[in-house]
C-alpha cells in the first residue's frame, strides 16, 4: 500500500519511519516532507503546503494513495479530512468538527462539561477589559489560554495577576479572542 503523510515536522518524520517499518507500506509520500524523510528508502517528497487541499487530493489520486496520515493540527482544523473524504480518499484524522478538540479551548472545555468529564473551571472571553477583571477575582497561579492553534505559544501559567493580565494583552494583540 502506499500512503501520504501530511506534514514537515518531527512527528510525520516519525510517522514516515514507522509506516516504512511495515510490510504492508511499500512506499511513504511526504507534503512536504523534511531533510529527514528525503533520506529515508521508499519515501518522497512533494512540495506541497499542507493547506493545498486541492493538491495533496491531485498527489494522492495521481499516486493511487491507499490512505492519508495528516500530521499537523492547521490543515485538520481547516478540514482536510471533510475534502478528501469527498472524494473517497481514506483518511486518518479527525474531520473539521473533531478537530475542534485541539483547536478551540473554549470548544473542548464545554464539551467537557457537557459529557461530565472533570475538567478545570474556566472563562472565555472576547475583551480585554472583562477578561483581566475576571482575572483579579482568581487566586494565582492561573492559567490562561488561547482559543485557537497557537503554535504551542497559547498558553501561560501565569504566577502572579501581573502576569495573567499580560498574557492576556499579548493574546488580544495576537488576534486571539
Known sequence: MKVLVVGNGGREHAL????????????????PGNGG????PRCQNFPLSVEDFEGIKQCALANNVSLVVVGPELPLAQGITDYLQQYKIR???PTKEGAQIESSKHWAKNLMQSAGIPTAAFAVFTEVDKAKAYIKTQKVPIVVKADGLAAGKGVTVAA???EAQAAIDSLFDNGFR
Open 91 to 93: 483518511v486518518f484524522g
Open 37 to 40: 524523510t528525503a533520506t529515508m
Open 160 to 162: 502572579t495577576v501581573e
Open 16 to 31: 514516515a519511519w514507522k509506516l516504512l517499518q511495515s510490510q504492508n507500506v511499500e512506499q511513504v509520500i511526504c507534503t
